[in-house]
């Protein structure tokens, strides 16, 4: 195969350019709300077969935009995807990432209850005084108590990213989120990961400019 060289501010352009001309040459027309976000998995992943997992609730890219725009905060279950995330971007309109994992306090009582500090991080985000955006890519326990939260009645979250990637409990999570009426972006299977979860968030922001 031949090397093309490209200067640097070209190269996500050539990138996305390729990624349209697989789609057409497989017959695939997406979405127009859902394209920029399928697209930037794409992306990140060089995985195809996102076209058919992504899961996207009625108008969930335009409802995540507003609540953006509103400043709603994002929350992550692995710093892996907070740094991946654009926060200039998400700044620009009054939000703040967070994640908990690292928090003292998180440790501690996930220990006491023998459980998750991923589960116990969204009970954290959950004091947050503003709409959020939770964006899983690691860990379902994660999902799983946002699930509890919601059929319990203590929290409803503005909106649900579920990608979390792996074997145990994975697929069986993001399907309970499918089940509330919670708007999502949750892609089935076991696929996913915290650069899936930052590249959604970011897909999303992009699309409100850089």
Not at 52 to 58: A, C, E, G, K, Q
Not at 180 to 193: A, L
């Amino acid at each position: 195969m031949q090397i093309t060289y490209y200067k640097p501010n070209e190269i996500e352009g050539e990138s996305f350019a390729i990624i349209g001309g697989e789609l057409a040459e497989r017959g695939i027309v997406l979405p127009k709300d859902q394209e920029p976000v399928t697209k930037r998995v794409i992306h990140t992943t060089a995985d195809f077969e996102y076209v058919d997992t992504l899961t996207f609730s009625p108008n969930a890219v335009e409802t995540a935009k507003q609540l953006i725009l509103q400043g709603a905060d994002i929350v992550t279950d692995t710093n892996m995807a907070l740094a991946g995330i654009n926060k200039t971007a998400l700044a620009r309109h009054g939000g703040t990432a967070h994640c908990f994992m690292a928090e003292p306090e998180v440790a501690r009582i996930a220990g006491e209850r023998q459980t998750t500090r991923a589960a116990v991080s969204m009970e954290f985000a959950a004091r947050l005084p503003k709409p959020v955006i939770f964006a899983v890519g690691n860990a379902p326990t994660a999902l799983i108590r946002l699930y509890e939260m919601i059929r319990e009645g203590t929290y409803r979250p503005a909106f649900i990213i579920g990608v979390p990637v792996g074997f145990v409990n994975v697929e069986a999570a993001k399907e309970l989120i499918l089940e509330t009426d919670v708007p999502h972006i949750v892609n089935r299977g076991r696929k996913g990961g915290s650069n899936v979860a930052a590249a959604i968030c970011n897909a999303i922001l992009y699309e409100l400019g850089r």
